[in-house]
């Protein structure tokens, strides 16, 4: 479907990429990566036909339909958006202004009009293609797009001008999904997408059947959706088979064996430059030098593999809080005659990192900003522990910054515990490098001043960090130099994402938020998904239909059954506890299989020692002896510490099960 043949792209005089060979063909799944700069967007480009190469051949197969999602938004029409996603194409646009027309000439005309047969039979064609785009059931489908991607059914008839830039991307992709073509490229479709509606895309592109091209930072999307990857670095563009997981392991394996046979070349260079240097004014070893040095002259030399710039930044530790950090209790915010919370209750602990999730329009952000202090709240308690210090990070966070202050005066600003180079660093590690750093702020786009405003985060922590979607805008580079330094925040986190490898990696529990009631999950995203299949099992299994949230004060008015409900809450939390139980157990338990494994192991050749030394014949081959004689004690050793390892380890199974029984 797109092929392209020695390819190369410049940009003032240097080259962006050169000789690049790629081919993508039908059904394929590709995700294009790399670092911001390296001509992702470009490739992807020239896939679509607006961009051509300096160099090199583009070709792209004639008659197929391409769904393009663009990172820079093309203006919509401002007629309601379930109108204009439907408009899925230039034929299918044409077909219903058409028909709109024909059907308002036609009721003009009396039946026995001379216009009136040309009218239906054009109107029937038309219908008939009409029905070749499935156009009857065109608007049923355009409306569960929407909803899937978070908007109400009630949004559909709302103007392109009444959503934010984020909402009429999530417009635009859905058209393009809607529009069913042989072939997608999106670049970074994630980028404005809660976690649900992230979800919900990448089930739908799971089943695309045509190929599918994109770009994104979003590793744990890569893994679910592609099987293979183009890697856009130093002017290279490099092909890797497998998910993004495949694509790491597969670079680190050939990065490995290049590094060895560079080393092996070297060491022959050097044994050839030697025997060079030795024998060269010898008459008679003239021709073998010679040969030596057309050998070098022809050897095709390896070279090192390019590998980025490991940041080394030690992020400066937060002024140590109370045990408690936060504290909420019969929170109670409204907008109008929206309820957002109604007896909302929480609390975090020191150290805790959080993960808030939930759907679209659940009050993620709203709880944030009220814990930030940055909009008030109707009634209840929300109180900060001792000594504590929020720091709030948030797209509007930019708006903030010292517009007149070069990227580097602003970020230095923050801390005087680190270095003006550490601070270099950072801003490099944040896309911010060489005379970047001396640009004005305010001549920053919205995405680099949300990146400088997240650089001056980290260069000075406070000790509770709210962080509302801190990886957009950020390449995947970046989002691992992040996922370090939280990795190291020792502070308390409050954390809203879509990022599931971020949430993986740092969170300690998952917060789940939906009308007004919150249930909280020890663990990270993947112990969530984990328990909460867990859970929707143990209530199928015992006759319910669907597991209710856990209830809070929310419950207090109109609860009509409070009997049904106390059941399924007990059964919820009986299964919860298993889960938690099982949880705790598990790594206890692999480690008691393993130790038993071992202790076979020694207690089999603690046999085969006694039995060797019980033949008096052994002992003529003494050096035999001597070597059989030095193992006895250390496995006789070993044995008595593995068995008291084992027994510690079944006394601290008893005490989980009799806390999580308590």
């Not at 081919?23 to 967007?41: E, L, M, Q, T």
């Not at 001008?161 to 058209?175: I, N």
């Not at 580097?408 to 601070?423: I, N, R």
């Not at 970047?436 to 001043?449: A, M, N, Q, T």
């Amino acid at each position: 479907m797109f092929f392209l043949n020695n390819v190369a792209k410049y940009f003032n005089g240097k080259p962006l990429f050169e000789q690049v060979n790629l081919s993508v063909h039908r059904g394929d799944r590709v995700g294009i990566v790399g670092p911001n700069g390296a001509g992702k967007s470009t490739i992807l480009g020239m896939m679509e036909g607006v961009l051509s190469p300096d160099s090199g051949e583009v070709s792209i197969e004639k008659k197929i339909r391409v769904g393009i999602l663009h990172q820079e938004l093309i203006q919509g029409s401002d007629g309601p958006i379930i109108d204009e996603i439907m408009n899925v194409s230039d034929e299918l646009r044409e077909i219903r202004r058409r028909l709109k027309e024909l059907e308002s000439g036609m009721t003009r005309l009396s039946e026995n009009s001379s216009e009136a047969t040309g009218l239906l039979e054009e109107h029937g064609a038309l219908l008939h293609e009409f029905e070749r785009y499935n156009g009857y059931t065109l608007e049923a489908r355009a409306l569960k797009t929407l909803q899937g991607l978070g908007f109400k059914a009630e949004d559909g008839r709302r103007r392109w001008s009444e959503f934010s830039g984020g909402w009429r991307m999530r417009v635009a992709l859905a058209k393009i999904l809607l529009s069913e073509p042989d072939a997608l490229l999106l670049d970074e479709p994630t980028n404005h997408l809660d976690l649900e509606s992230l979800i919900w895309v990448e089930e739908y592109l799971s089943g695309f059947k045509g190929a599918l091209v994109l770009v994104s930072h979003d590793r744990a999307f890569l893994n679910k959706l592609v099987t293979r990857i183009f890697e856009v670095s130093n002017g290279k563009v490099t092909s890797y088979t497998g998910n993004y997981d495949d694509f790491e392991s597969n670079k680190q394996t050939q990065e490995e064996i290049l590094v060895s046979a560079y080393k092996n070349q070297q060491e022959k260079i050097k044994r050839i430059e030697k025997f060079v240097n030795q024998n060269r004014v010898k008459a008679r070893t003239a021709s073998r030098v010679q040969s030596r040095l057309k050998m070098l002259d022809k050897m095709e030399k390896v070279e090192l593999p390019t590998r980025q710039r490991k940041l080394k930044f030690s992020f400066p530790s937060s002024a140590p809080s109370g045990k408690r950090t936060l504290q909420i209790n019969d929170l109670v915010k409204r907008y109008n005659s929206n309820v957002v919370y109604n007896g909302f209750d929480f609390s975090v602990d020191r150290g805790e990192r959080v993960g808030l999730i939930g759907p679209n329009g659940a009050g993620k952000s709203t709880l944030m900003k009220i814990i930030a202090g940055m909009i008030p709240h109707d009634s209840g308690i929300v109180k900060y522990g001792h000594n504590v210090k929020p720091g709030y990070f948030a797209q509007h966070q930019s708006e903030m910054l010292n517009s007149e202050l070069t990227v580097l005066e602003e970020a230095y600003s923050t801390s005087s515990t680190v270095t003006e180079q550490e601070v270099r660093n950072l801003l490099g590690a944040f896309l911010f490098s060489g005379d970047d750093v001396f640009k004005k702020v305010k001549v920053l786009s919205g995405g680099e001043k949300s990146r400088l405003a997240l650089t001056k985060i980290l260069l000075s922590p406070p000790n509770l960090l709210l962080m509302d979607e801190p990886t957009n805008h950020l390449d995947i580079p970046s989002c691992e130099i992040l996922e370090e330094g939280l990795k190291k925040y020792d502070g308390t986190l409050i954390l809203i994402t879509h990022d599931r490898r971020l949430m993986n990696a740092i969170c300690t529990g998952i917060l789940e938020v939906e009308k007004g009631r919150q249930e909280y999950f020890i663990g990270n995203y993947e112990d969530y998904i984990y328990k909460k299949k867990l859970i929707d099992a143990e209530f199928v299994q015992n006759g319910f239909d669907q597991p209710v949230m856990a209830k809070t004060s929310y419950d207090k008015e109109n609860d009509k059954s409070e009997e049904k409900e106390s059941r399924k809450d007990r059964k919820r939390r009986e299964a919860q506890n298993r889960i938690i139980l099982f949880k705790k157990q598990e790594p206890i338990r692999k480690e008691i299989e393993a130790l038993e494994k071992k202790l076979a192991e020694r207690e089999q050749r603690s046999r085969e020692i006694t039995t060797f030394l019980s033949d008096p014949t052994n002992y003529e081959r003494k050096e035999n002896i001597r070597q059989i004689l030095e193992e006895e004690p250390i496995v006789s050793q070993d044995i008595k510490f593995i068995e008291k390892r084992w027994e510690e380890l079944h006394i601290e199974l008893d005490e989980i099960e009799r806390s999580c029984d308590s």
